[in-house]
């Protein structure tokens, strides 16, 4: 038996290398017999009149600046606007033209020293509008959706975030103050112990944009840390766009009573937002609290093949929806008795507030990049279900041309118009 068992070795030894030459020669020619198969597939399909389907490619973020460049001489179609980049990819865009165009007649024909428009799709982040004109530097409105300006009172939309999301205000809560709702002295703003003081509730002075009473927010009741995380939440102080040619916007450190006061009203001139930021934090609000990455392009092609885009992506939580919900509320005042009431009371405007609701906040403060007054609008509509939410900045001289307010309600006639 022990002379059986030492002649059988041999050739279990053979029988275990050539399983294993076997298995050597599966893994090699296996994967090459793949790739030979897919070859042969895509040179039928070819020869079938149908190309293989093309690699998927990302056109988010890193594709907008090439897309804002190209807009100027963007030609339109049937479909909308489309232009063609440097390596031959055909660019659908997002913009609707009828809201484009009515946008930059209205700012030509008041020939405005500086001004901008940003509308977007909140639940997807689509730029619905990006219109421009400048009367003294026509290559401005390349760039200006990235630029920093001093944000104003835009900036109480924050300042109420903190306090809501912190349970320190409703918006039924009612403030004292000293002064007009205008003032901005800080020091000047605290009730007196006796005596007569002036007195709102935080809904109606967000439509008013009362000073004294966001002041009071974010210096009695948030305190500086909980506000600096506030910005921080909603995108400040960091690149929140990497692939865009956008400044990080800046919310300074409040040192002192008087700087946080001036922070929470917007009075803060170090306070720098650059428009398309300030589009995303209106969108997102109207999205319940959901900030979308900024998309410009709904198709691209390359040599007649329909490219891949990237998924629609959520970009921040700014607040919780019932923030969301609590500021809508607060913001629905601003076009109705607030500050840009005057300019939602043409025939046009009023039929528009009849059967649309719109949510907005107004900022005014004087800047020096460029020179001016700078006039801002924020809004979505409807209310109760966003289709739109926009920016509009306006930069005039010395001598006023017109408001933002004033495009903003321009923009949403458009829009609601071309889907009724």
Request: glycine share 8%; charged share 15%; aromatic share 10%.
């Given at each position: 038996m022990r002379d059986l068992k030492h002649l059988c070795t041999p050739t279990r030894t053979k029988n275990r290398r050539g399983l294993v030459l076997v298995s050597l020669l599966a893994l090699i020619l296996i994967p090459l017999a793949l790739l030979l198969v897919r070859q042969v597939a895509d040179a039928y399909s070819s020869w079938r009149g149908q190309p293989p389907a093309p690699a998927p490619i990302s056109l988010g973020t890193e594709l907008f600046g090439t897309a804002n460049a190209l807009l100027p001489a963007a030609q339109q179609t049937d479909n909308g606007l489309i232009a063609t980049a440097n390596?031959?990819?055909?660019?659908?865009?997002?913009?609707?033209?009828?809201?484009?165009?009515?946008?930059?007649?209205?700012?030509?024909?008041?020939?405005?020293?500086?001004?901008?428009?940003?509308?977007?799709?909140?639940?997807?982040?689509?730029?619905?509008?990006?219109?421009?004109?400048?009367?003294?530097?026509?290559?401005?409105?390349?760039?200006?959706?990235?630029?920093?300006?001093?944000?104003?009172?835009?900036?109480?939309?924050?300042?109420?975030?903190a306090a809501l999301e912190n349970g320190v205000i409703n918006p039924d809560t009612v403030l004292a103050f000293r002064g007009s709702a205008i003032s901005e002295t800080p020091s000047s703003w605290d009730p007196r112990p006796r005596g007569r003081n002036n007195q709102m509730d935080v809904s109606d002075a967000m439509g008013k944009s009362c000073n004294p009473v966001y002041g009071r927010i974010a210096s009695d009741l948030v305190g500086a840390e909980r506000l600096q995380a506030a910005c921080e939440q909603f995108g400040f102080n960091r690149q929140l766009l990497p692939g865009l040619p956008v400044h990080a916007s800046q919310a300074p450190l409040a040192a002192t009573t008087t700087d946080l006061r001036l922070l929470g009203s917007g009075l803060e001139h170090n306070l720098q937002i650059s428009p398309l930021h300030a589009a995303l934090i209106t969108a997102g609000i109207a999205n319940k609290g959901v900030m979308m990455t900024p998309r410009l392009v709904d198709r691209a092609e390359r040599e007649q093949q329909e490219l891949r885009l990237a998924p629609t992506a959520e970009l921040l939580r700014v607040t919780s929806p019932q923030v969301a919900d609590s500021l809508t509320r607060m913001l629905t005042s601003t076009v109705t008795t607030g500050t840009s009431r005057r300019a939602f009371r043409s025939p046009q405007a009023r039929q528009l507030l009849a059967s649309v609701s719109v949510a907005a906040k107004t900022?005014?403060?004087?800047?020096?990049?460029?020179?001016?007054?700078?006039?801002?609008?924020?809004?979505?509509?409807?209310?109760?279900?966003?289709?739109?939410?926009?920016?509009?900045?306006?930069?005039?001289?010395?001598?006023?041309?017109?408001?933002?307010?004033?495009?903003?309600e321009q923009a949403l006639d458009a829009f609601f118009r071309a889907g009724s």
């Open positions: 390596d031959g990819t055909l660019l659908h865009y997002s913009i609707m033209p009828a809201l484009q165009q009515r946008v930059e007649r209205f700012l030509r024909s008041y020939q405005v020293p500086y001004g901008l428009l940003i509308a977007l799709e909140p639940s997807t982040g689509r730029v619905l509008a990006l219109a421009g004109h400048s009367s003294l530097a026509p290559d401005w409105t390349q760039q200006a959706p990235y630029q920093l300006y001093p944000m104003a009172s835009l900036f109480k939309m924050v300042t109420a975030a900022g005014s403060i004087n800047g020096d990049n460029p020179k001016g007054h700078y006039s801002w609008f924020a809004a979505y509509a409807p209310a109760d279900d966003p289709q739109i939410a926009l920016v509009a900045l306006v930069i005039n001289g010395n001598r006023w041309k017109i408001k933002a307010s004033q495009v903003g």
